[in-house]
């Protein structure tokens, strides 16, 4: 039972780092910061994610080890993961500047969950606030053409943004990037003898690499 999954693959639903290549790309190519579109909360809430390297050594750790039998497992990287230790790393791949989250409560909207009660069972719906997200983000006009150009430039296999299911592929980036506090335990597979470990970090940078070799993504600076 993975967090986000970190891996490279032609049909992007669901993946956290094309859309983040994308949109990263984009703005360097625009000549603009790479803004982070969520509050200072979401910035320094602990997050987990789960590389798809990872997952499958620990499949094959499950399969091969017979204590494993018929047991349900979580499984992620063993990495404390922020978005605010993460988005100067990542800005630093691409050579460009970025922008912290604001400080000014009114440049941000409120989003409230559907489920209520949530997940747990008891208290309010989860609250909160984005200052864009990428979905407006990818169907701006310039956003549009700077892509085509990007797609010309580097002989890219990805469609135009306005040919691609905008709403699902950068939807899902928006849902991480709002900052839910997700904290796997691998306490279980721990005592009964894993200790995979993976930096995220270190594999979203390898991700996007992959990306760049599948000609979906401009190169990332080496």
């Known amino acids: 039972m993975p967090?986000?999954?970190?891996?490279?693959?032609?049909?992007?639903?669901?993946?956290?780092?094309?859309p983040l290549g994308v949109y990263a790309s984009i703005q360097?190519?625009?000549?603009?910061?790479?803004?982070?579109?969520?509050?200072?909360?979401?910035?320094?809430?602990?997050?987990?994610?789960?590389s798809s390297m990872m997952n499958g050594y620990m499949e094959e750790w499950a399969v091969l080890t017979d204590t494993a039998k018929n047991e349900?497992?979580?499984?992620?990287?063993?990495?404390?993961?922020?978005?605010?230790?993460?988005?100067p790393k990542f800005t630093g791949w691409y050579g460009m500047d970025y922008e912290r989250p604001s400080l000014d409560d009114s440049a941000y909207?409120?989003?409230?969950?559907?489920?209520?009660?949530?997940?747990?069972?008891?208290?309010?719906?989860?609250?909160?606030?984005t200052r864009f997200t990428l979905v407006n983000w990818a169907k701006q006009e310039?956003?549009?053409?700077?892509?085509?150009?990007?797609?010309?430039?580097?002989?890219?296999?990805?469609?135009?943004?306005?040919?691609?299911?905008?709403?699902?592929?950068?939807?899902?980036?928006d849902g991480s990037l709002l900052g839910a506090p997700l904290d796997l335990t691998m306490n279980k597979?721990?005592?009964?003898?894993?200790?995979?470990?993976?930096?995220?970090n270190d594999a979203i940078r390898e991700v996007l690499g992959e990306f760049a070799e599948l000609k979906m993504i401009p190169p990332v600076k080496k």
């Not at 360097?28 to 789960?50: Q, V």
């Not at 409230?112 to 989860?126: A, C, V, W």
């Not at 580097?154 to 899902?172: A, E, N, T, V």
């Not at 597979?189 to 995220?200: E, L, N, P, Q, T």
């Open 142 to 173: 310039k956003v549009r053409n700077a892509w085509e150009e990007l797609i010309s430039e580097h002989g890219l296999s990805s469609d135009k943004l306005q040919d691609m299911d905008i709403d699902r592929i950068f939807g899902f980036a």
């Open 72 to 87: 349900k497992f979580n499984t992620m990287d063993g990495t404390t993961f922020t978005w605010g230790s993460f988005w």
């Open 109 to 129: 909207t409120e989003i409230t969950t559907r489920f209520d009660p949530p997940p747990r069972g008891f208290g309010p719906p989860g609250k909160y606030r």
């Open 3 to 18: 967090s986000g999954i970190l891996g490279a693959v032609p049909d992007a639903a669901m993946n956290l780092v094309f």
């Open 28 to 50: 360097k190519h625009l000549g603009e910061k790479l803004e982070y579109p969520c509050d200072l909360k979401a910035w320094e809430t602990n997050r987990c994610l789960s």
């Open 189 to 200: 597979a721990r005592k009964m003898g894993w200790h995979g470990f993976v930096d995220s």
